[in-house]
Structure formats: structure tokens, C-alpha cells
């Protein structure tokens, strides 16, 4: 038995104005096209390929920040019997691996973990689903499958492995791991034919990690094993024990146990992979026009060469450009030159540092219930364009330092306003004053759209006291 194993808890920070804390690359559809279709995000497509795999839903470990988007998506693909554990803290892959594997094993069975990240491209799912079922005998006899990416250029990006003895009919030992190379190392690498790129990509027993682990890293299993003995389950997720896992050491997989263990095989995979861990590798991979363009959204090129250039709700015009990356948000712009796009990252320490927004939340936030825009603030005010999905209810809260307006653009919201509870449709409008308790409901079968208008001396997220939450989220 395959069991498919979605670490889904990373940041994106290369992919920066697009990729977010508040909703990161892993979610977003950055390859819409001929070659995975379009409109599935790329932990949507690592899913779709995983259920091809394997009868049993997948798992997912995500951070507690994403829960409500990821379990947002696998509801798009009908994968609701999917369980979602919830990291409290990051503590990298080994740890994330090791929850999994736990689970796994406490539900009675022993199954080949497959182990996949959720921010990668694969262009052609068939060939790389033919290669895990190759590789599975591999992993029946107890070896940790590593999936090597067969090379196609000098990539200092990513780091290589070093073919061994053969192993099966498809595999090889894994002579040894090796770091980013500088680019002469690399192309002579490539040149050798005996390395592959590192994908980040597993097949194993559970059972073997485990035993792996308790002997390369026995501190990361017990504080895993502490953290999965007090597990509470939430809706969709699987919460453990945080302060156990909090004090779990930060380790990957790779240096925890794959460099490690004796038993490393490595299975070459040609598939059409990317990391797309930059913007540069998303124009490599990307259809391109007659110019060498990657255009998406309204855009007007005019003497405009090897450009990679991504719009959302306004008119984007290039003229005699080249090789840059252009990415048009609601409320950020990034122009960088493909040269230089791994310095995106850098862009958002500063904004780190500078104590400002804009790496944490898209201008659109999504919510359990919905989404909601913020369309203007000001000193003492705040507009935000709100929709609440059918049947779906936000928290039954109180402010402290804000009252509420709310003007129904469409649909039919059912509003409790302290001891009262009435319907409001097109074109009406209720108030909520300072330090009411209230709630919002869409009773109805379609979206409902309002605009809320917000006054008062503080406007953040934080002054919402929640007194009942259909979503766990109860102050």
C-alpha cells in the first residue's frame, strides 16, 4: 500500500509579490497551461497525481497559518476523507516526515510512505507515476527511495547525488550527497552522467524511517513520539501536542537520516520536474510566445524579448524590454531582471525588517467562510468588500475599538445584532455598533457580497473577540 505523504508548510519567498506567508506558492495556480491544465494550484496537481498512485487519501502536514486554504483545496477535489496534520511550529522535513510516519503506523498499518512536496512541477504525471511504481520494490525490500532528477543543464540551484552500484532494475546506491556545486562543479557533473538533482522526493516503509530515525536521531523521533501521544482532532486536522513538538530539533530529512543510513537508493526520474523555485525557473518552464514572452493577464508588448510578465486586475504595457520579470498585484509591483530573481527574498527581509505587510497577506485575504478585499483605509476607517460562501457563518464576535457598517450588494446576509437577528438583501444596509455582539450568515444558495465599512481608533485583525466559531477559532 502506497500512502501519498504532502508536506505542504513552506513560504514561497522567491516567488514574492505572488507567494505570501498568508497564502504561499503552494496554493497558488502558477502554471495554468497545456502542460498540467489550468486552474489547479501546484499542491492541487501534486494531489492529483498522488491519488493516481494509491486508493488511500493522502495526508497533508501543514502549518497552522494555512489550514482553512488547504483543506479548501483538497474540498475542490473531492478528496474529503484526506486528513491534514498541523505543524505548530516548523521544524523542517525530518520531524514533518516523522509525524506522518507515526500516524501512519498508529492506524495499524505499515505502508510505503510516498513522500512528496506540494510546491513542485511535474510535466508529465504518467512517466513520473510509472517511476514510483518502479521504485516500489525497492522500498518493499527496505531501502530509503530517493527520487534523483536526471539533469538537464548545469543547475547551481539544486544539489546533485551520486550514482552507486546498481540496484534492481531501476535503481542505483546512493554513493553520496553533495551540496550546491559552483557552476564549473556542476557541468562536470552533468558531464559525468553519474549525478542527479536532489528532488526532495521519497519512498519508504514507515517502519524504516522510524527505525532510521531512532538510530541517526533518536531526539527528533522522541519528540515527535511525545507530540503525537496528546493529538486532538479539529474539523479537518490533527493537532499535536505543541509544546512537545516545539522543543523537537530542526532537522531535514536529508542530513537527518539520508546521509546517514546505509540502506539509500536513488531511482532516476525524467519527468519534466521543476522546483519553481524562482521566477526565472517559471519562464523556463512556462509556454512562451514567438518573442520568448510568458504573458498572463492584460498585457501589450511591444519590442519585448524573453520577459516573463504576470498581471491581475489592470493594464500592463512593455516596451523594448528584455529577460525581466514583471509581477502586477493588487498592492505590490515587482520589476526584476532574471538575472538577479533570487534576490526577490531579500526584498521581503526588508519589509521584514521595516515592520510592514505586504510579504504577509495579499490585499485579498481568505477566510473558512469566504474571502474578504480591503479595498481603502484610512486613519480612522477601513472598506472591505466581503464575500461569504453559501450556508457558510463567520464567528459570533464582539470589537472593542471599531463599530461596523454593512451595505448588501448581492445576496441575502442573516445578521445577528446583539439580542436581535434579522435578514438584510440588495441594497440594505445594517449598523453594528461599538462592543456589539453579532454575527454573519449567508443563508442563502449564491455568494453573498457586501461592502462593511469600519470606523473607529483601532482597525487591526486583532481586536476580535470570538465567542462561538464553527471553525475552531473561538478566542
Known amino acids: 500500500m502506497i500512502y501519498p ?13 505572488l507567494s505570501r506567508s498568508g497564502y504561499a506558492k503552494q496554493f497558488l495556480d502558477l502554471t495554468g497551461s497545456r502542460l498540467t491544465g489550468s486552474g489547479f494550484s501546484l499542491l492541487q496537481q501534486t494531489l492529483q497525481r498522488a491519488t493516481c498512485l494509491s486508493s488511500t487519501p493522502p495526508l497533508l502536514i501543514c502549518n497552522e497559518e494555512h489550514r482553512f486554504i488547504a483543506a479548501e483545496q483538497l474540498r475542490q477535489l473531492n478528496l474529503t476523507q484526506s486528513k491534514i496534520i498541523l505543524e505548530p511550529v516548523g521544524r523542517n522535513t525530518a520531524p514533518a516526515i516523522a509525524l506522518a510516519a507515526l500516524h501512519a503506523t498508529a492506524q495499524g498499518h505499515d505502508p510505503l510512505l510516498l513522500v512528496l512536496a506540494a510546491d513542485h512541477l511535474i510535466q508529465d504525471p504518467l512517466t513520473f507515476q510509472n517511476t514510483v511504481l518502479s521504485a516500489s520494490p525497492l522500498a518493499e525490500a527496505g531501502h530509503l527511495v530517493t527520487f534523483g532528477i536526471v539533469p538537464t543543464h548545469a543547475e547551481t540551484g539544486y544539489g546533485y547525488i551520486q550514482k552507486g552500484a546498481t540496484l534492481g532494475e ?21 558531464e559525468s552522467g553519474e549525478y542527479c538533482w536532489n528532488s526532495g522526493m521519497f519512498l519508504f516503509r514507515a517502519s524504516r524511517y522510524l527505525d532510521e530515525l531512532k538510530t541517526s536521531r533518536p531526539d527528533i523521533l522522541e519528540a515527535c513520539q511525545a507530540a503525537m501521544l496528546d493529538t486532538a482532532a479539529d474539523l479537518d486536522f490533527i493537532r499535536v501536542d505543541a509544546q512537545a513538538f516545539a522543543a523537537c530539533p530542526e532537522d531535514s530529512i536529508d542530513y537527518a537520516v539520508m546521509e546517514k543510513t546505509q540502506q539509500a537508493a536513488m531511482v532516476p526520474l525524467d519527468a519534466g520536474w ?24 492584460d498585457v501589450l508588448t511591444l519590442n519585448t524579448h524573453n520577459t516573463l510578465v504576470k498581471g491581475e486586475k489592470r493594464l500592463i504595457a512593455t516596451v523594448g524590454v528584455e529577460d525581466l520579470v514583471i509581477i502586477d498585484t493588487q498592492d505590490a509591483l515587482l520589476v526584476a531582471h532574471k538575472d538577479q530573481v533570487q534576490d526577490v527574498k531579500k526584498i521581503v527581509e526588508r ?28 486613519e480612522r476607517y477601513q472598506v472591505k468588500r466581503i464575500t461569504v460562501k453559501p450556508g457558510a457563518k463567520l464567528s459570533v464576535q464582539m470589537h472593542h475599538h471599531r463599530a461596523e457598517h454593512w451595505i448588501v450588494v448581492s445576496g441575502t446576509a442573516k445578521v445577528t445584532n446583539g439580542d436581535e437577528t434579522y435578514l ?23 455568494p453573498l457580497e457586501l461592502i462593511e465599512v469600519q ?16 471553525y475552531g477559532r473561538v478566542t
Open 5 to 17: 505523504i504532502i508536506l505542504a508548510g513552506g513560504q514561497g519567498t522567491r516567488l514574492w509579490p
Open 170 to 190: 531501476v535503481g542505483f546506491k546512493v554513493s553520496r550527497f553533495v551540496e550546491k556545486p559552483d557552476a564549473q562543479t556542476a557541468a562536470a557533473y552533468v
Open 274 to 297: 521543476s522546483d519553481i523555485g524562482s521566477w526565472s525557473a517559471l519562464w523556463e518552464v512556462s509556454e512562451k510566445d514567438t518573442q520568448g514572452n510568458h504573458l498572463t493577464g
Open 351 to 378: 519589509l521584514k525588517a521595516q515592520g510592514r505587510t505586504e510579504h504577509l497577506n495579499h490585499r485579498e485575504v481568505y477566510r473558512p467562510w469566504g474571502v474578504y478585499d480591503s479595498i481603502d483605509n484610512g
Open 424 to 446: 438584510v438583501t440588495e441594497n440594505e444596509s445594517t449598523y453594528i455598533p461599538i462592543g456589539q455582539v453579532h454575527a454573519l450568515e449567508n443563508p442563502g444558495v449564491i
Open 455 to 470: 470606523s473607529g481608533s483601532y482597525l487591526g485583525e486583532d481586536d476580535i473577540v470570538r465567542f462561538e466559531d464553527r
